[in-house]
């Protein structure tokens, strides 16, 4: 393969002994997959409205139109002005953007300490050269302290990045609590909105934001779409790319109109009624665990989103994750560890260590994440193999 990643080249080398048989996939929180009738906007993207949107022309004209339909329906959605959504290539690529906007010497920067990589990394690369950049503690509940964040307030310029509801697992923040303490300081509140927009009620997150950022392919659209959004008027982010005049500067270049006409599609699929049943899904699916599979502990608070389930195996024949995940993709089972950005699998689960939970339990955790397309199947599927595998 040409991919570098050693692990996916050792699944290559043993899928030709797997067992065919049905996918099962609970790794919704990595990628989803793309719903069918998101699918037709793309095609039509591509069929019929396939001018580039800045040319001065009929063809261009259709879809400079079909641009401003997408911001508006999208704007719609996320409660903020269509004409300051910004459409990218992925959700880090926006966040990376809405960092390098603020003037890094003269902001302070706040985050939690489980949070993606895609907010991690360049905020303690600024750290490292410098900028004033903070880090908050969270308890075994994923959450921070409110009180321990507004000791760290100033009068200074302050953002606080943060997901609403953690990618590994489900764990929820004080939305509401945190976009309070605006109200006495001079705060700005981004929002990586990738994991709640699909796992929580739009009135629980939308109202809380000053600027949030999305990844498509995160709610059942394709990959190579994100976005970010701007709801603050007075906001005004640096431009540090040059090239042409395409999303205000923001990103130059010629927009990616199949998948923009996508993501505008899925963001108006989504609804509570699809979280109530994945609510439902949730509980049934880890019944289904309880009373298949022993000896396992679960990290995923009890007030946690729906379809996230994080779990720890313990007792025997846990001492090699690696093994187990492969054994589980031998059997068409896709879950995971991390974020699939991590690229590792024989590591603690950074996010459960700063939970406070052992290294034991950081060291054998699971990753369960469920979406639109599962069932109760899915669950007896992976609740059947983690019996046979416990009891080998």
């Known amino acids: 393969m040409l991919c570098r990643c050693k692990y996916l080249k050792r699944l290559n080398d043993r899928k030709n002994a797997a067992t065919p048989a049905k996918l099962v996939y609970l790794d919704n929180c990595a990628t989803t997959p793309v719903d069918p009738q998101v699918i037709g906007a793309m095609e039509n993207a591509c069929r019929k409205t396939w001018g580039n949107p800045s040319s001065i022309h009929l063809a261009g004209l259709e879809a400079a139109q079909l641009l401003d339909r997408c911001k508006i329906d999208i704007g719609n959605f996320l409660d903020c002005p269509p004409e300051k959504v910004y459409f990218c290539d992925s959700a880090t690529n926006a966040l990376f953007t809405i960092i390098k906007g603020?003037?890094?010497?003269?902001?302070?920067?706040?985050?939690?300490?489980?949070?993606?990589?895609?907010?991690?990394?360049p905020l303690q690369y600024l750290k490292k050269k410098g900028c004033k950049v903070d880090f908050l503690k969270v308890d075994s509940n994923g959450q921070i302290n409110i009180n321990e964040f507004e000791k760290l307030l100033k009068d200074e310029p302050t953002v606080f990045f943060y997901s609403p509801v953690n990618h590994e697992t489900g764990s929820i923040q004080p939305i509401k609590d945190i976009y309070q303490l605006k109200k006495n300081h001079n705060l700005t509140i981004v929002m990586d909105g990738v994991q709640a927009i699909t796992r929580l009620p739009a009135a629980n997150w939308q109202p809380y934001y000053d600027i949030i950022a999305l990844g498509a392919h995160k709610?059942?659209?394709?990959?190579?779409?994100?976005?970010?959004?701007?709801?603050?008027?007075?906001?005004?982010?640096?431009?540090?790319?040059?090239?042409?005049?395409?999303?205000?500067?923001?990103?130059?270049?010629?927009?990616?109109?199949?998948?923009?006409?996508?993501?505008?599609?899925?963001?108006?699929?989504?609804?509570?009624?699809?979280?109530?049943?994945?609510?439902?899904?949730?509980?049934?699916?880890?019944?289904?665990?309880?009373?298949?599979?022993?000896?396992?502990?679960?990290?995923?608070?009890?007030?946690?989103?729906?379809?996230?389930?994080?779990?720890?195996?313990?007792?025997?024949?846990?001492?090699?994750?690696?093994?187990?995940?492969?054994?589980?993709a031998d059997e068409q089972?896709?879950?995971?560890?991390?974020?699939?950005?991590?690229?590792?699998?024989?590591?603690?689960?950074?996010?459960?260590?700063?939970?406070?939970?052992?290294?034991?339990?950081?060291?054998?955790?699971?990753?369960?994440?469920?979406?639109?397309?599962?069932?109760?199947?899915?669950?007896?599927?992976?609740?059947?193999?983690?019996?046979?595998?416990?009891?080998?």
């Open 102 to 121: 603020f003037n890094p010497k003269k902001t302070h920067f706040i985050s939690t300490a489980i949070e993606h990589s895609a907010l991690i990394s």
């Open 333 to 392: 089972i896709c879950v995971s560890r991390f974020s699939a950005c991590t690229g590792k699998i024989k590591i603690p689960s950074l996010i459960l260590t700063e939970m406070g939970f052992s290294y034991e339990r950081a060291m054998t955790s699971l990753r369960i994440s469920c979406g639109r397309f599962n069932n109760r199947d899915d669950f007896f599927r992976l609740a059947r193999f983690l019996k046979k595998w416990q009891n080998r």
């Open 219 to 328: 709610f059942y659209a394709p990959k190579g779409t994100g976005l970010f959004a701007i709801k603050n008027k007075e906001i005004k982010l640096h431009r540090f790319r040059h090239g042409g005049r395409q999303e205000s500067g923001f990103f130059p270049g010629t927009q990616n109109m199949p998948g923009i006409a996508a993501c505008a599609a899925a963001i108006k699929l989504l609804s509570d009624d699809e979280q109530h049943r994945l609510k439902i899904l949730h509980s049934e699916g880890l019944k289904i665990l309880q009373n298949e599979v022993a000896q396992f502990e679960i990290n995923t608070p009890s007030a946690g989103t729906t379809g996230i389930l994080n779990i720890s195996l313990m007792g025997r024949n846990v001492d090699s994750m690696e093994e187990l995940i492969m054994s589980l």
